[in-house]
C-alpha cells in the first residue's frame, strides 16, 4: 500500500518559514519524480516545486527563490524548505509522487502564515 505523509506544517508568523517533509513507503522511491502542490481555500491547486529521480529541481516562475526542494533516497522522504512566507502562501501543502505513469497523493499538512 502506497502511503505519503506530510508533516511539519503549522502556524508562522509572516516572514517566517517551515520545513516541511514527505514521508513515503509503498514505492521505489529513488525511480519517482517527487513534487510539492498546495491549495488555498477557495483557489485551484498549483505546483510548488519538483524534483526528478536524478535530482533536477523545477519551480513556477512564482515560487523560485523562497522554496527548496530536496529528497533522501536512503529516507525515502521529500523536503520543502519555505522561508519569507506570506499570508498568501497559506494552503494546504500536498505531498504527489509520480512513478512510471502512475501518481500518488498524500493527505496534506496545513500551512497558515499569518499577518
Known amino acids: 500500500q502506497v502511503q505519503l505523509e506530510e508533516s511539519g506544517g503549522g502556524l508562522v508568523q509572516a516572514g517566517g518559514s517551515l520545513r516541511l517533509s514527505c514521508a513515503a513507503s509503498?514505492?521505489?522511491?529513488?525511480?519517482?519524480?517527487m513534487n510539492w502542490h498546495r491549495q488555498g481555500t477557495g483557489k485551484q491547486r498549483e505546483l510548488v516545486a519538483q524534483?526528478?529521480?536524478?535530482?533536477?529541481?523545477n519551480y513556477p516562475n512564482s515560487m523560485k527563490g523562497r522554496f527548496t526542494i530536496s529528497r533522501d533516497n536512503a529516507q525515502n522522504t521529500v523536503y520543502l524548505q519555505t522561508s519569507s512566507l506570506e499570508p498568501e502562501d497559506t494552503a494546504v501543502y500536498y505531498c504527489?509522487?509520480?512513478?512510471?505513469?502512475?501518481?500518488?497523493w498524500g493527505n496534506g499538512t496545513l500551512v497558515t502564515v499569518s499577518s
Open positions: 504527489n509522487a509520480y512513478c512510471s505513469g502512475l501518481q500518488y
Open positions: 509503498g514505492i521505489t522511491f529513488s525511480m519517482c519524480t
Open positions: 524534483i526528478t529521480k536524478e535530482g533536477f529541481t
